[in-house]
Structures are given as structure tokens and as C-alpha cells.
């Protein structure tokens, strides 16, 4: 899985995206699942939680479409959260949180 994304204040566009691959490093299946997102500024104490896309249980892949107001300039740290038909929550990354770098809009007239 990819573990940086970079992004611009107030982009919707590109979204999240990550392949997900268990700690052995096979690939993860998403069939039958549910997953969000969570994300939170690098050392802070709370964040958010979001929906996350299953775009391709076969080729697993998670898809976090930004809403305005996600994200604010700085430098962010995200989990998938993927819960099982069995019930069974994993995280991913499995290691290290990925990281999102929000960079700050050119102020305009």
C-alpha cells in the first residue's frame, strides 16, 4: 500500500486510494467487507472518521473520496479500518500510519 498522499486544502480530487497487503505481504481480500477511514494531524489526540469505497474486492482497493473541510494544511496520519463479514477488524497500514500531506491554497483575489 502506498503510505503518502499528498493533497491542496479543499481539493475533492485525487482521492485516497491504497492496495491493501497484510503484514506476510499478500494481498488482502475485501469480499463481503466494510471499511473506513480514519485520519488525524501527526501527534494530535483526536481526528475524524470517514467512509471508505471497496472500488475492487478482487484487486482490493480502498477509495476515500475528500469532502471540503477534511483536511486542513499540515501533515496527516490515516488508517484503513476494513471489518469482515466474520467480524473480524484489521487496520491498514499494519505497520507505520500512512501520511497525508495537506498543502495550503494559494490565497486568491
Known amino acids: ?3 503518502v498522499h499528498v493533497t491542496i486544502v479543499g481539493d475533492t480530487a485525487p482521492p485516497l486510494r491504497g492496495t491493501l497487503v497484510d503484514a506476510p505481504g499478500t494481498i488482502a481480500s475485501l469480499a463481503g467487507a466494510t471499511a473506513v477511514v480514519r485520519w488525524a494531524q501527526k501527534g494530535a489526540t483526536s481526528g475524524a472518521v470517514g467512509a471508505a469505497v471497496i472500488e475492487d ?7 476515500r473520496d475528500w469532502a471540503p473541510g477534511d483536511l486542513t494544511a499540515g ?4 488508517r484503513f479500518i476494513v471489518t469482515y463479514a466474520s467480524g473480524r477488524v484489521v487496520s491498514y497500514p499494519n505497520g507505520q500510519p500512512g501520511r497525508i500531506i495537506a498543502r ?3 490565497p486568491g483575489p
Open 104 to 106: 495550503a491554497q494559494i
Open 75 to 78: 501533515e496527516w496520519e490515516f
Open 1 to 3: 500500500m502506498s503510505v
Open 57 to 63: 474486492e478482487t484487486g482490493k482497493v480502498l477509495r
